[in-house]
Nanobody, 118 residues
């Protein structure tokens, strides 16, 4: 059974940087589209970034220019480098992996909390 485990969240000040990591296990990682969602208090979960199998990476408008998503297929890892953090980035960040078009599997991590506050 596939599993995703995030790490790297924490409390930071506005303007700081943070790297989130996600380690996948139990899946054939390199056939999965992977990425990050986040859910702020009182809001719906929203896409932050998605790394397609082609290597093309999509970003939410709020993340463009500040966040960079990457993957390491040898280590089964997904990363989200965040810069210029502001209080609006405060949320629980979730790693996900989607197996389409190869399978119908979708996996989510348990989430890692990011709090941006002075």
């Amino acid at each position: 059974q596939g599993q995703l485990v995030e790490s790297g969240g924490g409390l930071v000040q506005p303007g700081d940087s943070l790297r989130l990591s996600c380690e996948a296990s139990g899946i054939l990682f390199n056939i999965y589209t992977v990425g990050w969602y986040r859910q702020a208090p009182g809001k719906q979960r929203e896409l932050v970034s998605r790394i397609r199998l082609t290597g093309l990476t999509d970003y939410a408008d709020s993340a463009k220019g500040r966040f960079t998503a990457s993957r390491d297929n040898e280590k089964n890892m997904v990363f989200l480098d965040m810069h210029g953090l502001n209080p609006e980035d405060t949320a629980i960040y979730y790693c996900y992996a989607n197996g389409q078009p190869y399978n119908r599997n979708e996996f989510w991590g348990q989430g890692t909390q990011v709090i941006v506050s002075s």
